[in-house]
């Protein structure tokens, strides 16, 4: 029986249209346009647009999600702009990534279930290289009074599977911080980030 959050993106990503666009996420690009092109991990990339825009710039692209459709979607995306990705779908606790494999690691909106986002940062963290890279933006707990306003601008309802600068900084606790900050944006990607939200923004060098 299919599980109901990977129904949910299924259904999701089902439709003809990308649900959060074809364009990269802004604070990505800004930031991986600064970084010495190399290897890439992409979780929970739904349907490939942060991973095909890394991969037009040279980066080894590896991504993973739960949900077949995203993956399509992305494939899709990929073979529309001439690169390749590797793509598997499946849940973090079962790829099969190397220790330390990666120079980059790039966390955009990936809400993973509350009681495993820490747990899932750890994993994530191994797969990292020593001097490598953690690039995230997710809704800050924030966000639950600008969706109270705005259901368009998105992010999940509960405030456990939101961010806050505290959580970052203990997770991510063996990082020099090169920025960490709480910040109101105005998103317009796809159909399901439009508006005025709250985000977390951290760039974060392993040590």
């Known amino acids: 029986m299919e599980d109901i959050w990977i129904k949910k993106w299924n259904e999701r990503y089902g439709n003809e249209a990308y649900a959060y666009g074809e364009a990269p996420n802004l604070f990505f690009e800004e930031k991986i346009k600064e970084l010495k092109v190399g290897k890439m991990l992409l979780p929970a ?28 979607k992305a494939l899709k995306l990929a073979e529309k702009n001439g690169v390749s990705i590797d793509y598997q779908v499946n849940d973090l606790a079962m790829v099969n990534y190397s220790k330390e494999e990666f120079d980059v690691i790039g966390l955009i909106y990936a809400h993973f279930p509350a009681k495993l986002k820490s747990q899932y940062h750890k994993i994530l963290d191994g797969y990292l290289k020593i001097g490598g890279t953690v690039i995230l933006e997710a809704f800050s707990k924030n966000n639950l009074a600008y969706r109270a306003k705005n259901e368009k601008i998105g992010g999940p309802r509960d405030l456990d599977s939101l961010f806050s ?29 439009n508006g005025k939200g709250s985000v977390i923004r951290f760039v974060g060098q392993k040590k």
Request: aromatic share 12%; charged share 30%; glycine share 10%.
């Open 45 to 72: 990339e739904g349907e490939g647009r942060n991973a095909v825009f890394a991969a037009k710039l040279g980066w080894a692209v590896f991504a993973f999600d739960q949900s077949n459709e995203g993956k399509k």
């Open 165 to 193: 600068v505290e959580e970052i900084k203990a997770d991510f606790s063996n990082y020099t911080i090169i920025q960490l900050e709480e910040k109101e944006v105005e998103l317009g990607e796809g159909v399901y980030h």
